[in-house]
């Protein structure tokens, strides 16, 4: 390195963000995840006594998955080379691999490799890399905001041990505020920077759990505050609400926090909750999910949960869908609130939903190949002959327009799929039958 590479390195760190700052070195000095980096635990041993094998990251964004292999970097005595899966391709792969094989020869040191984005990398550049890690040439450190098991393949999931990082708590954002604040070298001490226990409660709150977005706010917070009278820059309530305007949602449309809120979403309506319904509804408009998504979902579980219990629920959803696509966003949220509210509070069934399931596994397992003649059309020449439709009873020729008939096939005569319940509109269909049972064994 010559000297102005050296200048530009040191300009460099200068310059980076507060966040990148002061991310921690050692163990000692990182903050949260006790389940998984506290004392004794097996990553804590396994950094400490140099002894890592493959690992993963895996969790939501500013929660310590590149600070925990900054950590590795500083602690272990192997090489550590890094590289983002975003821009790294099989040739990198292959040159990394070379030279941490040539190292393996010439001094017997070990290559860790980091892969920030790990989920990034296509099955071919996942299998050039599986043969390294399998001969225990590289030990690989992957980091990803996806779920590793359908992201990453197999072979590599076996060689690694999985760690979760979750989101950080308000008094691990608390915490890290307060050392950013302090650390007069790497942090923000030298502005003489004072937190009031507002916007600290303020900051550790709407950062929901990622350190980056609450360490960017303080930041944007001292450098464009000025000093008061007493040479002192305060972040205060006020201050801290212009930094961050809107809280930090985490959903990402392709990932895992995408299928927990819409099955968290449909669950509360079917477990007729509307205002928890109506909270993750207004969660997913505000993260910017698509709200012919969402409609879709709706009319699901109109059918599916509520039902014959009350089958205007299903106009009510399909009306919300359609509103939404005529009258556009933000107005569409107001159809899809009433659309949640309404089958949240329905009364529920699943009885016409598991009915066609029923015959749905009867269709697939059981050969049926007949349907009784006197159901079968007969209005094309030479089908009356077969004797179709002969024998047939029409129902409105009955009284109360009813008429016992087998309607199913022989082999499944005695079947029953739907069986109606005592809730809501089901109680009058239920009372219906009974009363045509009755009618009819008189």
């Known amino acids: 390195m010559d000297l102005f590479e050296y200048q530009a390195e040191k300009a460099v760190k200068y310059e980076a963000p507060l966040a990148a700052r002061i991310r921690p070195v050692s163990l000692e000095e990182f903050v949260g995840q006790e389940d998984i980096v506290g004392e004794g635990k097996l990553l804590y041993r396994a950094i400490k006594a140099d002894k890592l094998s493959s690992v993963i990251f895996y969790g939501p964004p500013g929660t310590g998955k590149t600070t925990l292999a900054k950590i590795i970097a500083n602690t272990t005595s192997s090489r550590f080379e890094q590289i983002n899966a975003t821009t790294a391709g099989i040739k990198d792969i292959k040159d990394t691999a070379a030279r941490a094989r040539r190292y393996l020869g010439l001094d017997g040191k070990k290559t860790i490799l980091f892969i920030d984005e790990i989920h990034r990398f296509n099955k071919s550049q996942q299998d050039a890399l599986l043969p390294h890690v399998e001969e225990g040439v590289i030990v690989l450190v992957g980091a990803t905001t996806e779920n590793p098991y359908f992201e990453v393949n197999r072979a590599l999931l ?240 009955y009284e109360n327009h009813y008429v016992e008939q087998q309607y199913l096939p022989d082999e499944l005569k005695d079947a029953v799929y739907y069986e109606p319940t005592e809730n809501g509109y089901e109680k009058q269909v239920r009372a219906y039958f009974d009363f045509i049972k009755q009618k009819t064994n008189k």
């Open 158 to 397: 076996s060689r690694s041990i999985i760690f979760q990082l979750k989101k950080l708590t308000g008094n691990n954002i608390k915490e890290i505020l307060k050392r950013a604040a302090a650390d007069s070298e790497k942090g923000l001490g030298a502005y003489g920077a004072e937190l009031t226990e507002e916007a600290l409660d303020f900051l550790a709150d709407m950062a929901d759990g990622d350190a980056r977005v609450a360490l960017n706010a303080l930041e944007l917070g001292v450098l464009t505050t000025e000093k008061n009278p007493m040479g002192r820059i305060v972040i205060d309530l006020s201050v801290a609400q212009e930094c961050i305007q809107k809280r930090a949602l985490k959903y990402d449309k392709d990932g895992d926090n995408h299928y927990d809120i819409i099955s968290a979403f449909i669950k509360s309506m079917r477990g007729s909750d509307p205002n928890a319904a109506v909270y993750y509804l207004a969660r997913m408009l505000e993260s910017g999910e698509d709200p012919k998504f969402i409609a879709r979902r709706i009319v699901i579980c109109a059918s599916e949960d509520v039902g014959m219990a009350d089958p205007r629920a299903l106009c009510v959803a399909v009306a919300a869908a359609r509103a939404v696509e005529f009258v556009g966003m933000p107005e569409g949220r107001i159809p899809l609130s009433e659309a949640v509210c309404y089958v949240a509070s329905a009364p529920k069934s699943n009885a016409s939903y598991m009915a066609v399931e029923m015959a749905a596994e009867d269709v697939r397992n059981k050969d049926i190949m007949t349907i009784p003649p006197y159901l079968k059309d007969a209005n094309y020449s030479g089908h009356k002959e077969l004797g179709n439709g002969i024998g047939y009873k029409y129902a409105h020729d």
